[in-house]
């Protein structure tokens, strides 16, 4: 320090009275206004915290409302939903037989027209969303539960296991997605429950890749170390370190499944794999009437576009999620 | 010419090469307006250099996106004007602003990886802008980028023109990036922590390219960083920003040897000056913390954190006033009898008040010299920290080999060393030395191929997951990045809890948890909040205090302050300190900033290419004799002071690979005191210099003492890569 030539003041091992700041009467006082404010500022702080929090997931919703995208496939979705629930509420019933009303073409009476039993379409249409919309939800939420799982621990644990299950889940992704529900359902027979599990089981091999690219990204974190450091059980950091920080691309992933989950879910009842008559689900009642396509389009036509509504609408969602959580 | 010897109202002969006028700059997020930039003025000539310097979120790198009119989507110019070679900036259509950026204006921006694309072959990349800016045909152009290439005194331009990015140094990826901001010539050239990245050793390469270069073209230069001593190498005017305001301006010269804000009196402070060790004094710091964007101010910006604060401060914010002059004082009794109301006055007062060569924006410039140090806290002595009692860590004969490929990379190599109780060990060497991966084998994150860990006389296990919980808990870790070291999905009371109740011994969590962010000195609101609601010290902190949790005997630090401002990390390292003289801790620290090892480390090892190559007490190594590489690395460090006259080694080449690591002494590849084929044919004895201070190098302590002490014309100096 000697010698050098800056004069950065006295120095402190020789002088260490300089001039204060509270020699001066207004600057104590100013000073003491200054404390007593910081320690309500203090007492508030918890509060100015959460405050904060609730403002940036106030933010976050905000934004997600204020995304054309996000909410024209909310709406469409809703709409489905609300459907789904009280469509008995709102329309005629869909089951309800008129041999004297045949295939007539849409009218006051019957907006979107009849079937061949002279059963409403628009109501069938509405009430079709129905199993749809038990099944796609639940498998997308197997297909997550699973293919985190299997994600978290390739990612985590890497080498051997990682090779292992990911050869193993190469294997499932080349697996035709709908010939292979087909042979499935075929041998164990159908029905919501088996549905369900088979179309969770075919979308975990995705599900699994996407959480395990998340958790590679995550594993070499200096936190993750830090728990390593601290005697974590893997299992630990698995679920309470890793796994909260990788909710956002686990949530879109999700919303995409759930686009594929509808179509398959549809694609089945329309091979039929799924309810049986008298049910108004649309992949059925497409399959069904399609021999009436010449003579009566909208027995098809409407239950096909509900059918495309409610998988661009998913669609919509996914596209303002992802937006959103990559600003 | 200079601004200094700049006649007051010269005629407008020719036009500055910068000129911004009040600008103020402000930023949109999340709903809010940030303003970042609240009329700053400054004026840098034709062919001068410029130094901006302040602390992350002051507003520098806003300041050149503004000059370059690259302002991120959701900033706007809300006042003033920026004027680059006469043109007013905001006229440019965007046709001509793409011209107008490359032929009147340059950046050279902080990490050269990201600034080169690294899918276009270097020739291809550097030819374009002759192309786009000239009109060049392919070949002319490709001649042009050689040209370029050697003028940056890249070695063998013709084999670099057909390589990628990725096959080239930081170094020279940063020579390149700086080829092509000359290209045609700028009449600006904004460099933005030009050297932030890099090694010391490779900073002072590009630190003599750019000086050198500074002589061939007639360029002026805006430099910004957070390095005080790169501004006093290379500029010869310098403003300090605060909070978005200019809070001082002048002459380098003149504000490094007498600074007239307390700010930078305070900056200037807290950087430990070369040689100084922490039982010599306390690094002084800043108190408190830059005030957050869109916060509002009364009266001086820099006024809650000033320790000369005054009533009339906060009353009403000074103007640049001119040094020396009586403008201060004039303002100041200005400013003491208008009414305490500052709403009453106008929101900023850019433009400089008086003439003169230097201003300073306080009342009190005169006794900026006098401002009151902060009482020195100094560490105990080494005996005093229970040194005494002997080692307790022996790392013997470790090795660690990774694989690339077919490649096999010795990151650690036949390693042995050992630390006493209370003890800093300080580790420097260039990246890619190995001082990470010997620390991550000493804490079990990695496993070693060989080699041992005894820890008070008991073996440890490889790997920190077959350690015991007694282990884990003697040794921990404090890591490099602020940002990834706490779990942001976690409360901060939540990290600290969880480590106490795994680590700790017993009692009441809630009071360890308690007594630890008080040691640390984090409030306890912050414990309520989330570590992205931290600034990157208190994150810090919090980390230091997690490794504390369980009383440790050992904590690794791993560049625990390189990513932190420098008033920042000399509280950080103040913590540290003080920890250590109160638990009797012993601590690793890795840093590549060899003032802050020298600082805080009671012992200093020397990495080079996996091997650790001397060591020895921080005095001793720093001192000749010492290894030639240690020479070299001292040499390259940038000094504050300007009276000082050093001469800098110029090592030859880049760092050999760890893949394929020299014969003989593995320095020898690019060493200024080769001796010839002993050193490529013979692998070095381990010389003792004194009792414990040894070097592995074939030339013998006396020797050595003689060469490196003899007059620096003797030295020889080569210059740049062979």
């Known amino acids: 320090m000697a010698g050098d030539g ?187 429950t088996i549905i369900i599990i088979t179309i ?38 698995m679920a309470r370190e890793i796994l909260p920080n990788i909710t956002q691309p686990i949530i879109v992933e999700g919303t995409i499944r759930l686009g594929y989950a509808v179509f398959t879910a549809a694609t089945l009842s329309f091979l039929g794999f799924g309810l049986g008559p008298p049910s108004p689900d649309w992949g059925l009642t ?42 | 010419m200079s601004a200094v010897e700049r006649p007051a109202n010269a005629p407008e002969a020719a036009p500055a090469a910068l000129d911004v006028r009040d600008l103020e700059v402000t930023f949109h997020r999340r709903g809010r307006d940030l303003p970042v930039l609240k009329g700053v003025t400054l004026r840098i000539e034709q062919g001068e250099a410029y130094g901006l310097v ?123 990036v700086i080829a092509m901001a000359l290209a045609v010539n700028p009449h600006l050239l904004v460099l933005d922590e030009p050297t932030t990245g890099l090694d010391a050793t490779v900073e ?56 007239r804000h307390p700010y930078t009196m305070g900056l200037m402070r807290c950087v430990p000056r070369f040689g100084m060790n922490k039982t010599d004094a306390a690094l002084q710091t800043i108190p408190g913390t830059l005030p957050a964007l869109g916060e509002p101010l009364e009266g001086c910006v820099y006024s809650a954190r000033c320790p000369m604060v005054k009533p009339v401060c906060v009353r009403r914010e000074p103007d640049l006033f001119a040094w020396p002059g009586s403008s201060g004082a004039e303002g100041r009794a200005a400013a003491e009898a208008a009414p305490a109301d500052p709403a009453a006055y106008s929101p900023h007062h850019a433009n400089p008040v008086g003439e003169g060569p230097r201003h300073a924006r306080c009342y009190f410039s005169a006794e900026v010299a006098d401002m009151p140090h902060a009482t020195p806290v100094l560490a105990s002595s080494l005996e005093e920290r229970g040194a005494d009692a002997g080692d307790v860590l022996e790392i013997g004969n470790m090795s660690r080999t990774f694989k690339d490929g077919r490649k096999r990379l010795t990151a650690v190599n036949e390693v042995s060393l050992s630390l006493r109780r209370g003890e800093t060990f300080g580790l420097v060497g260039e990246s890619g030395s190995g001082k990470t991966t010997l620390a991550k084998c000493v804490t079990g994150l990695i496993a070693p191929d060989t080699g041992t860990v005894t820890f008070e006389g008991k073996q440890l296990k490889a790997t920190a997951g077959r350690r015991s919980q007694d282990a884990l808990r003697a040794i921990q870790m404090v890591f490099q990045n602020p940002d990834s070291t706490l779990n942001p999905a976690w409360s901060t009371r939540a990290i600290l809890t969880r480590a106490v109740r795994k680590l700790g011994s017993g009692g009441s969590v809630r009071a360890k948890v308690d007594k630890l962010s008080a040691d640390v000195r984090v409030e306890p609101r912050f414990l309520m909040q989330r570590p992205t609601d931290l600034s990157g010290g208190q994150k810090q902190r919090i980390a230091i205090a997690r490794a504390f949790a369980g009383d440790p005997t050992l904590v690794v630090c791993d560049e625990p302050a390189s990513a932190l401002d420098v008033s920042v990390q000399a509280s950080i390292l103040n913590l540290l300190v003080e920890l250590q003289t109160k638990e009797q801790v012993s601590y690793v620290f890795i840093s590549h900033d060899l003032a802050v090892v020298r600082y805080i ?108 002490t003899a007059a620096p014309a003797e030295q020889p100096v080569t210059s740049s890569e062979a």
């Open chain 2, 204 to 259: 002072a390469e590009i630190l003599d390219l750019i000086e050198e270069l500074r002589g061939r073209i007639n360029a002026a230069i805006l430099l910004i960083t957070h390095n005080l001593g790169l501004v006093r190498r290379l500029c010869e005017r310098v403003g300090v920003l605060y909070a978005g305001r200019v809070v001082e301006e002048g002459p380098a010269r003149d504000i490094f040897t007498d600074p």
């Open chain 1, 6 to 192: 800056t004069n950065l003041g006295p120095n402190p091992d020789l002088q260490t009275e300089g001039w204060r700041p509270d020699a001066d009467p207004e600057m104590l006082e100013l000073q003491a206004d200054a404390a007593s404010a910081r320690q309500t500022e203090e007492l508030h702080a918890d509060a100015a915290a959460e405050r904060e929090q609730r403002r940036q997931r106030r933010y976050l919703v905000r934004a997600l409302l204020r995304s054309p995208t996000f909410m024209t496939g909310m709406v469409i979705v809703l709409f489905w939903v609300f459907m789904a629930l009280f469509s008995a509420y709102v329309t005629q019933s869909p089951t309800n037989v008129d041999a004297a009303a045949s295939l007539k073409a849409p009218s006051v009476a019957h907006l979107f027209g009849t079937d061949e039993l002279g059963r409403d379409v628009l109501a069938r249409t509405m009430a079709g969303a129905r199993t749809v919309l038990i099944i796609a939800p639940l498998a997308t939420i197997l297909a997550l539960l699973w293919g985190g799982i299997i994600g978290l621990v390739a990612g985590f644990y890497r080498g051997y296991t990682d090779e292992v299950i990911m050869r193993l889940i190469d294997v499932l992704l080349a697996l035709p997605i709908v010939i292979t529900s087909i042979l499935v359902l075929s041998l164990l027979g159908t029905g919501l």
């Open chain 2, 54 to 176: 302040g602390e992350s979120g002051c507003g520098k790198t806003t300041l050149a996106m503004a000059a370059l009119r690259y302002l991120a989507a959701n900033g706007t110019v809300d006042a003033g004007q920026v004027l680059v070679g006469g043109q007013d900036v905001s006229k440019l259509s965007e046709d001509a602003v793409r011209k107008w950026r490359g032929e009147q204006i340059a950046m050279v921006y902080q990490d050269p990886a990201t600034a080169l694309s690294p899918a276009m072959r270097i020739g291809d990349q550097v030819a374009e802008v002759f192309r786009y800016h000239e009109g060049m045909n392919k070949a002319e152009a490709l001649e042009r980028a050689r040209e370029s290439l050697r003028r940056v005194a890249l070695p063998d331009p013709d084999s670099t023109l057909r390589r990628y990015p990725f096959e080239l140094s930081g170094g020279q990826q940063q020579r390149v």
């Open chain 1, 286 to 327: 497409i399959a069904n009437e399609r021999i009436y396509l010449q003579v009566a389009p909208w027995t098809v036509l409407f239950p096909a576009l509900a059918l495309a509504s409610l998988v661009v609408g998913v669609n919509l969602i996914t596209d303002g999620l992802g937006r959103v959580f990559s600003k």
């Open chain 2, 601 to 708: 480390s009671d012992r200093i090892g020397v990495m080079y290419l996996a091997e650790l190559i001397e060591v020895g007490s921080a005095e001793e190594v720093f001192n000749p004799p010492h290894h030639p590489y240690t020479e070299a690395l001292l040499s390259s460090i940038p000094t504050l002071n300007f009276d000082e006259k050093r001469t800098r080694i110029a090592l030859r080449g880049t760092m050999p690979s760890l893949s394929d690591p020299p014969t003989g002494c593995r320095f020898h590849t690019r060493c200024h005191r080769i001796l010839g084929d002993i050193c490529v044919n013979q692998e070095p004895p381990v010389q003792e210099a004194v009792s414990g201070h040894t070097y592995q190098c074939h030339i013998p302590p006396d020797e050595l003492l003689r060469l490196q």
């Open chain 1, 200 to 237: 969770g089981a075919l979308f975990t091999p995705v599900v699994s890749r996407t959480v395990r690219a998340a958790v590679i990204g995550e594993r070499e974190r200096e936190y993750v170390m830090a728990a390593r450091l601290r005697g974590e059980r893997s299992a630990f950091v």
